[in-house]
């Protein structure tokens, strides 16, 4: 793979993330009732990330959770790498709660499908948002995010990488050019 | 690290890599049982079958309840009332279950190397529930999540397996998967149940228990197979527990946080006293409630690499 642009520097990251906390909180008329669930691996650092700013905010703190989605894709017989099947840890019931699902790209719409899906198995939100860092256009699928963080034109050759310091180096969004 | 393998034979045939890839799978599995909704659609639309030469209530059910929390359709076949009794070969009855488009055969059965007969025949997936004297992987493969559960890792330790390794392919598959993890694996039983030539798996022999209890960190306590074939040598019943049964007694001798396991069903009073079956050293009801974990990482695998090479 080769780089291309930098979209998103560590900077832009976290103000990204701040608006988007303010954001969820002006929708949600404050932090009570409020559960944000990352999906598995990039998707639950934002989410720990968004809690924190919440906090912040409203000095309020928020349940996280994480949660894995590879026993749920629809594309599992048809998968070309074997996906990892990794922990999902939501240790609180989340009956009658607003959820915010977090994760760092939307594409295709299918990692979401795939997520309500699981979260259904884990009882009856009161609701589902969807915050994610980046949005690159050409679902295939009805969903949509409530918050946004950036939205990024992209082709189908490219892809776009996010990278956050919990788990790779550094902070910044990438569109790369697929070989 | 990728599972390629369409098949789980026996803990001999796996990498030190394969093995901890199931054990970090099964980690995942694990919460799935924690759940309100017990179950996940991984395996949906896939079938497998129970195919049982032997009784067995524990592993089979694990089984079954393991491949349900998958979505999986299970079919068990009891061979007492199949076509086996008219004499249908085992090939025969693998390629008629796999004529019925069946995608896992989970076997039981008396002879050893069976389950590596019937997956050489086959291009579904088998899974060893147990042949003869050989391997019976998922039970080495729980008993060695449990420990590493317990105990933080598996490198290093010492773990003492106890009785009739003659007649235990828990205790072979429990060798090969410990000292590939790098464990030193202890044989304590007398010397009528220790086989010929087992010292070659690089296990240690010590007939003597409470020597061996001084010094490990877990104890696998085998069940006396007293059904294997009759007129083999057997020490007697009472006899065996005076001097290999571990009592309370033998055990506060032992390390104060020993592990404590036996594959079950206990014979109480023969290998292991009661108050030590129930007492807070024992693991044994975390082993059954593991072994569901283990046995859905392992028809996860095997599945998953039958769909890469598809």
Known sequence: ???????????????????????????????????????????????????????KIEGADVLTGA????????????????????????????????????????????????????????GSPRS???????????????????????????????????????????DEVLIVEKE | MIWTKKDLLGLEYLTKEEIE??????????????????????????????????????????????AKRLSADVINIATETSSVRKGETLIDTGKNIQALKADIIIMRHNCSGAANMLARALDISVVNAGDGWHEHPTQALLDIFTLKEKLGKIKGLNV??????????????????????????????????????????????STNIDEVLEKVDAVNVLRMQFERDEGAAFPEQLDYFKKYGIT??????????????????????????????DGVNSVILEQVTNGIAVRMAVLFLVSQAKDAGR
């Open chain 2, 248 to 277: 309370e007694q033998r055990l506060s001798k032992a390390k104060k946080d020993i592990v404590v396991m036996h594959p079950g069903p206990i014979n109480r009073g023969i290998e292991m006293s009661s108050a030590v079956a």
């Open chain 2, 160 to 205: 003492a397996i106890v009785g009739d390794i003659a007649h235990s392919r828990v205790a072979r598959s429990n060798i090969w998967g410990l000292t590939k993890l790098g464990a030193e694996v202890i044989l304590c039983a007398p010397e009528m149940l220790l086989p010929v030539g087992i010292e070659l798996t690089g296990a240690c022999i």
């Open chain 2, 21 to 66: 890839l199931i054990l970090d799978t099964a980690e995942s599995f694990k919460e799935v049982s924690t759940r309100e909704i017990k179950k996940v659609p991984a395996l949906r639309g896939k079938t497998a079958v129970n195919l049982f030469y032997e009784p067995s209530t524990r592993t089979r059910v694990s089984f079954e309840v393991a």
């Open chain 1, 1 to 55: 793979m080769k780089e291309k642009v930098k979209i998103l520097d560590q900077e832009g990251i976290s103000r990204a993330i701040m608006r988007i906390s303010h954001e969820i909180i002006e929708r949600n008329k404050g932090a009570s009732g409020l559960c944000i669930i990352g999906i598995r691996n990039r998707g639950v650092y934002i989410a720990e990330r968004i809690a924190d700013c919440i906090k």
């Open chain 1, 67 to 122: 949660l894995d989605i590879t026993l749920y894709r629809d594309d599992l017989a048809l998968a070309s790498g074997q996906p990892l099947v990794r922990k999902t840890e939501i240790d609180f019931d989340i009956n009658d709660k607003n959820l915010v699902l977090v994760d760092d790209v939307l594409y295709t719409g299918r990692t979401i499908r795939a997520a309500l899906d699981a979260l259904i198995d884990f």
């Open chain 1, 128 to 170: 589902i948002q969807l915050a994610v860092l980046v949005d690159r256009g050409h679902r295939e699928l009805p969903i949509r995010a409530d918050f946004v963080g950036k939205n990024i034109p992209t082709s189908n050759k490219e892809s776009v990488e996010v990278r956050l310091r919990e788990f790779d180096i550094s």
